[in-house]
């Protein structure tokens, strides 16, 4: 839903504007407060460990169709994407807290499935969910609260990218916008082929890459973001939060296989678009010493099975530039979801 805001609302504004304005209206030094909000999660003093904490709220019309997800996907979701916020900052997650506002006509049976595919993505974390609160509402809201751990002095914000650092991705990306393609108009043909499989289970069932942060954080990364709303949004908010740019190398940007199958299939699909524009992929952008990422990616293939690919460098200035194969460089603009389309 990208509505056109009226002025003075929230749909004029914009979500960045918008979550820069309630940081600014938070900010100051606050007693045991490491890194107040804007960066993935928050960072706090717990005596002699580092405490990390992160929350996303689900809504029903905007962040998923009732009649399109199967609820105990939407639990698993709702808890993995605060898992990944954690995983952006070096952080292990420990425990969750979850809000559910309920319309009055949603299934008991419903509401339980949804509670077990919270209870299996804590589970597969080795987190634990320990309370909650309901409220009746107008559409499902899921709203989860992660909290974890992070070594003293080793969490990784968005704010250490330097010049000359390369950008690193794990994994691959645009799958997850490839099966929200796919399950906006569901075609047979898709949901019957492994690609098509693929895609909508990449939507539905994101992993986040938690022991990857924490590798990544080991192998001297200088700032990391998780992909919640595309690779060139996202990686312009890192380089805003570190006062950089960056030069990204589009035929490096690592797509998922599966997406080539559906450009084939699906006219109109453009693999590249949708990993640059795409968000929900969860993969980790990092930035690391040109001399670290080899190690990186071994550790990471080693490790996890999970691949690293250089896609670009950090520059001095700001925003992003995209080199193609012909080697012309273009403005990249940080096009994402916005969840007020301002
Ligand atoms: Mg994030």
């Known amino acids: 839903v990208r509505a056109k805001g009226e002025p003075g609302s929230v749909g004029g504004f914009g979500e960045d504007r918008l979550v820069s304005t309630i940081a600014r209206l938070l900010s100051g030094p606050r007693p045991g407060v490491l890194l107040g909000p804007g960066d993935d999660a928050a960072l706090v003093s717990l005596g002699d460990r580092t405490g990390v904490l992160t929350t996303d709220v689900l809504v029903e019309g905007v962040d998923f169709e009732r009649s399109s997800v199967a609820p105990r996907d939407l639990g698993y979701k709702a808890l993995v994407v605060n898992v990944s916020d954690v995983a952006a900052m070096g952080g292990s997650p420990r425990y969750a807290v979850v809000g559910l506002g309920l319309p009055p006509d949603v299934e008991v049976g419903w509401v339980v499935e949804v509670v077990a595919g919270l209870r299996e993505a804590a589970d597969e974390h080795a987190m634990s969910v320990v309370g909650g609160d309901l409220s009746r509402a107008g559409e499902v809201v899921v709203s989860v609260t992660v909290t ?51 895609l909508l289970r ?4 994101p992993e986040a890459r938690v022991g990857e942060g924490q590798t990544l954080a080991q192998a001297g990364a200088t ?17 805003a939060a570190s006062g950089v740019g960056a030069v990204l190398r589009t035929a490096d940007v690592p797509l998922d296989p599966a997406l080539l199958e559906m450009a084939e299939a699906v006219p109109g699909t453009d693999p590249l678009a949708l990993a640059l524009g795409g968000g929900e992929d969860f993969e980790l952008i990092a930035t690391l010493p040109a001399g670290a990422v080899a190690g990186a990616a071994g550790r990471l293939r080693e490790r996890f099975g999970t691949p690293l690919a250089e896609i670009g460098r950090i520059v001095p200035g700001a925003g992003l530039v995209g080199v193609g194969a012909d080697g012309v460089e273009r403005p990249l603009e940080p096009r994402g979801w916005d969840h007020f389309g301002g």
Request: glycine residues 16%; hydrophobic residues 45%.
């Open 148 to 198: 974890g751990e992070v070594a003293p002095n080793r969490a990784v914000t968005r704010a250490g990218a330097r010049p000359g650092d390369r950008v690193v991705v794990t994994g691959t990306l645009g799958a997850a916008a490839g099966g929200l393609a796919l399950s906006g108009a569901p075609s047979r043909d898709a949901v019957g082929t492994a690609w098509g499989r693929h």
């Open 202 to 205: 990449a939507l539905f069932r």
């Open 223 to 239: 700032a990391m973001i998780d992909v919640s709303d595309g690779l060139a949004v996202d990686l312009s908010r890192l380089c």
